[in-house]
């Protein structure tokens, strides 16, 4: 039996949803017959997909932080292995937008477990030094860059991400709950990146930035706002 393929998306709070609407729209026009589903606690029925409600003893945001910290992405991504039906998965930012064939980043899980985006084009560790942010702490980035040996490695976006199902992917998605816990920042992308390095049969590859395209260009697949115009709040 051929693998099940198919995008999941979080939506909490309006804002987001307004997001995720359209994204569903071009990712139904670009790649017909591919199912989406939601995990969220707002309403998407009358968009024609499915949701998986949220747990709700698993709070997801913190009112004690700036506008645009709030919502606690480190409390879902992490758990969203376990919360998605297909065996291959696309997790996509409500605030992207699908220009094209999503069919060959599926594909590349025949070689490996774990596709994961660039933050941005030769956007390393090192880049963000000094770069203060009320969502990335200074200090989880200095032991991110102590445990992976270099500030050289380039810095990972999960607003894209491809998984496939298997015992690496679960242990890694568990470590990452654990590695974002640590610090339990706004930003849950250095957790991610410590995870993969504690399961060493892990298969992962960076996409190009053609797959997470912070602005529209020549040939990009899937187009990426970071969060503009999206409060992350109810």
Not at 43 to 55: A, F, S
Not at 95 to 122: C, K, R
Not at 126 to 151: A, C, Q, V
Not at 189 to 215: C, D, F, G, H, Y
Request: glycine letters at 10%; hydrophobic letters at 40%; a positive charge.
């Amino acid at each position: 039996m051929a693998d099940t393929c198919g995008v999941t998306y979080p939506v909490f709070g309006r804002q987001a949803q307004a997001a995720c609407v359209k994204s569903l729209a071009s990712l139904r026009a670009a790649n017909p017959g591919l199912e989406a589903i939601v995990v969220g606690d707002t309403p998407m029925r009358k968009y024609g997909v499915q949701r998986l409600h949220w747990p709700r003893d698993i709070p997801v945001f913190n009112s004690t932080k700036p506008k645009r910290y709030q919502f606690l992405s480190g409390a879902v991504k992490p758990r969203l292995y376990g919360m998605s039906p297909f065996d291959r998965t696309l997790y996509l930012d409500a605030d992207t937008i699908v220009h094209g064939d999503l069919t060959p980043g599926f594909a590349m899980l025949d070689e490996v477990d774990l596709l994961v985006a660039p933050h941005g084009p030769g956007h390393t560790l090192d880049f963000y030094r000094g770069k203060g942010s009320p969502g990335r702490g200074k200090d989880e980035l200095e032991t991110t860059i102590r445990e992976f040996k270099s500030g050289g490695d380039l810095y990972w976006n999960t607003g894209v991400l491809f998984w496939r199902r298997c015992p690496a992917v679960e242990a890694v998605f568990a470590l990452w709950l654990e590695e974002w816990q640590r610090y339990g920042a706004w930003d849950e992308q250095l957790a991610l990146m410590r995870a993969t390095r504690r399961v060493p049969e892990l298969r992962v590859r960076i996409l190009s930035t053609q797959w997470n395209a912070k602005r529209p260009t020549p040939g990009m697949v899937i187009e990426h706002q970071y969060g503009k115009g999206i409060a992350w709040k109810r």
